[in-house]
């Protein structure tokens, strides 16, 4: 099975060459802007969704959106991506969902929605119950996906 390439001549800034995704069986919408690392990595069947119908006014309208996948990331296998920025170095559990957010750099999130589980902090990775770090940094406990408007 190929990747499903929706407007696949609008496909610009995805990185990879199409056989790459091709191999993944990797959804690509290119309806929106896409702008994908060629040093990001990807699992098996993810969805990349880059635009959506107008449910509060004209169906047949198509809001488009953005989909950043910036260096060194990695979007494991059956993650959904929609209106999103996945940072540098960030990584992205298998099946997660990730919407209208920032994943920060060097931040590894999961579930539905995406949370962050783990930080990478002074050359390793340090467990999140909550939004708080613990393994003992106050510098940075708290910190939370940053939600995009």
């Given at each position: 099975m190929n990747s499903i390439i929706t407007k696949v001549d609008e496909c610009k800034n995805i990185g990879h060459n199409l056989s790459y995704f091709n191999e993944r069986e990797i959804l690509l919408d290119c309806r929106g802007?896409?702008?994908?690392?060629?040093?990001?990595?990807?699992?098996?069947?993810?969805?990349?969704?880059?635009?959506?119908?107008?449910?509060?006014?004209?169906?047949?309208?198509?809001?488009?959106?953005?989909?950043?996948?910036?260096?060194?990331?990695?979007?494991?296998?059956?993650?959904?991506?929609?209106?999103?920025?996945?940072?540098?170095?960030?990584?992205?559990?298998?099946?997660?969902?990730?919407?209208?957010?920032?994943?920060?750099?060097?931040?590894?999130?999961?579930?539905?929605?995406?949370?962050i589980i783990e930080r990478f902090i002074n050359g390793k990775w340090n467990r999140e119950i909550n939004g708080n770090n613990i393994s003992g940094s106050e510098s940075e406990a708290g910190l939370r996906l940053e939600r995009e408007i």
């Amino acid at each position: 099975m190929n990747s499903i390439i929706t407007k696949v001549d609008e496909c610009k800034n995805i990185g990879h060459n199409l056989s790459y995704f091709n191999e993944r069986e990797i959804l690509l919408d290119c309806r929106g802007d896409l702008e994908i690392s060629p040093t990001s990595n990807w699992g098996f069947r993810c969805m990349v969704l880059s635009s959506t119908h107008d449910i509060h006014g004209n169906w047949d309208r198509i809001i488009r959106k953005k989909v950043v996948v910036k260096d060194r990331a990695w979007i494991c296998s059956g993650a959904i991506l929609y209106n999103c920025v996945i940072g540098e170095g960030a990584i992205v559990g298998v099946g997660a969902v990730v919407r209208n957010i920032t994943v920060p750099p060097y931040c590894a999130v999961m579930g539905n929605p995406a949370q962050i589980i783990e930080r990478f902090i002074n050359g390793k990775w340090n467990r999140e119950i909550n939004g708080n770090n613990i393994s003992g940094s106050e510098s940075e406990a708290g910190l939370r996906l940053e939600r995009e408007i």
